[in-house]
């Protein structure tokens, strides 16, 4: 019989990809020991109060965070898709296309605290098995014993946030250290979250 495949699933605005989000997908495929990593920009997020970035921005600088990475194929469903995004429907649409693969959905212990109000949660769990990244020293207490069975990725300490990356872009800090370098160029480039974009 052949080993099954087992995919992990990583969605996000990636408004911009951090150190952090890189960390957790070399984490993901090192500690699941995946098969393939699927990455996910997000396209018109349904819980996201703030609009985003231009999703070819966001494609492109995904792809200079993650293709580098053994094993990474940054995905462009989501932002292809009309109308709001879920989860659910990246997942149905990834167990069409292989019913076989063991599916891994990779999120951090934030999301994991509001998971149950995702659409379709409980559909989520048919389809997939949560991978939680745990970077604090409170583990585990998001956790609901009725979701089943949760794999646990550990994570190095990392405080990083997109929005305090955002704003330092519009000071003129500097955030190289907490970008990939080549999204850090990219930014610049692009004058992505300047003052005066």
């Not at 019913?99 to 149950?116: K, M, N, T, Y």
């Not at 559909?123 to 069975?149: C, F, K, M, Y």
């Not at 929005?163 to 480039?189: F, K, M, N, W």
Request: charged content about 20%; glycine content about 6%; some cysteine.
């Amino acid at each position: 019989m052949p080993v099954t495949e087992r995919i992990g699933v990583m969605g996000g605005a990636f408004d911009p990809p951090h150190l952090a989000h890189r960390a957790l997908a070399e984490s993901a495929l090192r500690e699941l020991k995946l098969s393939e990593l699927r990455i996910f920009p997000t396209g018109q997020a349904w819980h996201k109060s703030t609009a985003l970035s231009p999703a070819a921005d966001r494609l492109a600088m995904a792809r200079l965070a993650f293709d580098s990475l053994p094993g990474v194929q940054v995905d462009d469903a989501e932002l292809r898709r009309q109308g709001p995004t879920y989860t659910l429907d990246t997942l149905q649409a990834l167990r069409l296309a292989r019913p076989h693969a063991q599916l891994f959905l990779v999120i951090g212990a934030d999301q994991a605290r509001s998971f149950e109000r995702w659409h379709g949660w409980q559909d989520i769990l048919q389809l997939a098995t949560l991978a939680v990244a745990e970077r604090e020293p409170a583990a585990g207490q998001w956790h609901n014993p009725a979701w089943g069975s949760v794999e646990l990725i550990h994570m190095p300490l990392m405080d990083l946030s997109a929005t305090e990356i955002r704003h330092r872009c519009r000071l003129g800090l500097p955030i190289d250290t907490l970008v990939p370098s080549g999204v850090c160029d990219y930014i610049a480039q692009h004058g992505l979250y300047a003052a005066h974009s």
